[in-house]
T-cell receptor, first 114, second 108 residues
Framework: DTEVTQTPKHLVMGMTNKKSLKCEQH?????MYWYKQKAKKPPELMFVYSYEKLSINESVPSRFSPECPNSSLLNLHLHALQPEDSALYLC?????????????FGDGTRLSIL | KNEVEQSPQNLTAQEGEFITINCSYS?????LHWLQQHPGGGIVSLFM???GKKKHGRLIATINIQEKHSSLHITASHPRDSAVYICAVRGATNKLIFGTGTLLAVQP
């Protein structure tokens, strides 16, 4: 069982919908990450939160809006997505933002845009 | 050229075989990760290492910092080992740089 929980596991939405992806961890980790992974490709970093503050935004389109309401929870709000945004969205966390901390990954949310 | 290269890209083995997956990188790193991803599933962190060798069950990971190279070995491979194995490195920033992965299929 993963210690990073992502919901929902699957999401199908239209291009005009608004939905949110949720990620939760109770390990006391203070860094959390969103990745996007297309089929047969490695994950691509989207956002990094360090101590509940956005520290890295990898030039992600504004139709993706991250939110970190507390140290255990990370959301990704979706609006007006495009078909090419269909992918597996992975959340990860690490104890601190430091480069030698291992990242713990969730099982991902598989997103399909109609 | 990618900063992290893995070989082979695809690997098919018979159950029981000894398997080696290689990773070479071209940047300075603080740590290297080996990750496992089953089809359609999340990612499991297998190892994080910055020097030497680590062992966990049938898995062994080694790293040579001078040569900028790491290997993941699986002894007595089993069909449940079938997955994508990803090498990723951490540099001075808080970003993981991922290799393109090795798709392993272990046949019974």
């Amino acid at each position: 069982d993963t210690e990073v929980t992502q919901t929902p596991k699957h999401l199908v939405m239209g291009m005009t919908n608004k939905k949110s992806l949720k990620c939760e961890q109770h390990m006391g980790h203070r860094a959390m990450y969103w990745y996007k992974q297309k089929a047969k490709k490695p994950p691509e970093l989207m956002f990094v939160y360090s101590y509940e503050k956005l520290s890295i935004n990898e030039s992600v389109p504004s139709r993706f809006s991250p939110e970190c309401p507390n140290s255990s929870l990370l959301n990704l709000h979706l609006h007006a997505l495009q078909p090419e945004d269909s992918a597996l969205y992975l959340c990860a966390s690490s104890a601190t933002p430091g480069p030698v901390q291992p990242q713990h990954f969730g099982d991902g949310t598989r997103l399909s845009i109609l | 050229k990618n900063e992290v290269e893995q070989s082979p890209q695809n690997l098919t083995a018979q159950e029981g075989e000894f398997i080696t997956i290689n990773c070479s990188y071209s940047v300075g790193i603080s740590a290297l990760h080996w990750l496992q991803q089953h089809p359609g599933g999340g990612i499991v962190s297998l190892f994080m290492l910055s020097s030497g060798k680590k062992k966990h069950g049938r898995l062994i990971a080694t790293i040579n910092i001078q040569e900028k190279h790491s290997s993941l070995h699986i002894t007595a491979s089993h069909p449940r080992d079938s997955a994508v194995y990803i090498c990723a490195v951490r540099g001075a920033t808080n970003k993981l740089i991922f290799g393109t992965g090795t798709l392993l299929a272990v046949q019974p």
